[in-house]
């Protein structure tokens, strides 16, 4: 089993069972903040991706760097160690978020731009997305200064790429394929 699906699938399982428990808006805080972290921190994903660390050490890592999380995450987090699965950690996490978001008829579009967007220019971009969809969108901007210019938007499966290195890399491929 890939990991993408099985990431799904404990994520699908953690959300029936924060729901059932009645944590689910306490485990969405949690796994925000593991995605947030694991993310903008490359020694805590290289940590979780290491076959060298016990897991028992991993375990323990963790617990100290999200000390005060809902004892049901702490669960997740064990069960993933135990499970040999800790390195999908940030995976499961991030499933978990948009699984929980759609349940609510929220989604989150992420656009990727080369400079940070301007509040104006953000309330523009969320205006049209939101008549894009019948959910209610959050909006999150990253900053990619590879993508030169121009931006990435993505809305749950949907991605729309308008940007400035992939319209040079069309150009460079159709110039290549024409010799």
Known sequence: MNDSRAAIRYARAILDLALEKKVADAVEQDMQQIVQTISSNKEVED??????????DKKEALTALFKGINPMT?????????NKRIGMLREVAFKY????????????AVITTA?????EIEKKALKQIASMTENK????????????GGFVLRIGDMQYDASIATQLNNIKREFTNSL
Not at 47 to 56: A, E, F, T
């Open 47 to 56: 940590m979780l991706g290491n076959p060298v660390i016990k897991g028992s």
């Open 74 to 82: 702490e669960g997740v987090l064990s069960m993933l160690v135990d």
């Open 97 to 108: 978020l948009v699984l929980y978001r759609e349940k609510k008829g929220e989604e989150e």
């Open 115 to 119: 400079v940070p967007m301007t509040p």
């Open 137 to 148: 969108v959050t909006l999150t901007n990253k900053v990619d200064e590879e993508i030169l």
